[in-house]
């Protein structure tokens, strides 16, 4: 395989349109799972939470992670280009092969899987044949401020939303379904505090690794779930009346 780097401004250029479809289409009407799906108890059509997570996930990791394996001859420089596909990768072994196993989550709509899939094969292909076949960077980018910035932001917004899943996993006991208040950490401040940890650790890794695809992704992140936590704020306020009138919805203290 070699780069095409029409391919990459393609699949680039769509996602961005795939992210401002998903805005117009979720930003009245929230995507229907979780504390958001119309009929609950129905049974049908479902798929175990852990079960479905797993599945959904599952190629983010495992594409570039082949792309990686497969490329041939391997590429072992610069040091800048492994690390950054290692980062992706490691994020999606947490989401693949941990997040699922604890999740004490509703059974996940089968179609959204569906498209959830889809979504994870398109992004992970785009984003590891962009880092393994495209991608130069100087020798010494490890050390440049774009990387080193971007790193950081990555970490700490992985940090939060692997501690605010944690917060949210502690509000139900085994085999429970209801919803509470969430509390600690920064949902102290958001509700979306999950959601506000991915975005900037997306956003992170596109400054560290100052690509399109990956611009193109946390832009993407930005527009799925930024109007879920305005949803999942606005289901707060209407379902507790004792819910926190200074919380905020996604950003603390601003909105
Ligand atoms: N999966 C990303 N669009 C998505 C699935 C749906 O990883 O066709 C995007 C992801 C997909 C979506 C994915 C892409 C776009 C799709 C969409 C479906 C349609 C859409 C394909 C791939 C589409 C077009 C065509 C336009 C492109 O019972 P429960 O399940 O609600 O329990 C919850 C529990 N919980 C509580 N428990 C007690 N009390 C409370 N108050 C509680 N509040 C919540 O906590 C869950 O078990 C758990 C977390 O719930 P929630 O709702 O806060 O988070 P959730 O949305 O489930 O996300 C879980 C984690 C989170 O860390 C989030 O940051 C990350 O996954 N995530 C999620 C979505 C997308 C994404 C990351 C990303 O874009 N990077």
Request: no cysteine.
């Given at each position: 395989m070699q780069c095409f780097p029409s391919l990459v401004l393609a699949l680039s250029s769509l996602l961005g349109a795939l992210a401002l479809l998903q805005l117009s289409l979720y930003l009245r009407v929230p995507s229907r799972y979780g504390k958001h799906e119309e009929r609950l108890c129905r049974p049908r059509g479902r798929l175990p939470a852990r079960c479905a997570w797993f599945l959904q996930e599952l190629p983010s990791f495992l594409v570039p992670a082949l792309l990686l394996a497969l490329?041939?001859?391997?590429?072992?420089?610069?040091?800048g280009c492994r690390l950054l596909c290692c980062l992706f990768c490691w994020h999606y072994f947490y989401r693949t092969f941990i997040y699922p196993f604890f999740t004490r989550g509703r059974p996940f709509p089968l179609q959204l899987l569906f498209f959830g899939m889809l979504f994870c094969i398109y992004n992970g292909f785009l984003q590891g044949y962009y880092l393994i076949y495209c991608a130069e960077y100087p020798n010494d980018w490890c050390t440049d401020i774009r990387f080193t910035s971007g790193l950081l932001l990555f970490l700490l917004g992985m940090g939060i939303n692997i501690h605010s899943d944690l917060l949210l996993r502690q509000l139900?006991?085994?085999g429970e379904v209801t919803y509470k208040i969430p509390q600690g950490g920064l949902f102290t401040y958001i509700s979306g505090a999950n959601y506000f940890g991915e975005i900037v650790e997306w956003f992170g890794f596109a400054i560290a690794t100052w690509s399109l695809p990956a611009f193109a992704f946390a832009f993407f992140t930005l527009c799925c779930i930024g109007p879920r936590a305005y949803h999942h704020h606005r289901y707060y306020l209407k379902t507790f009346t004792d819910y926190p009138k200074s919380r905020k919805a996604l950003i603390p203290f601003v909105f």
């Open positions: 490329r041939s001859p391997p590429r072992l420089e610069p040091l139900r006991k085994p």
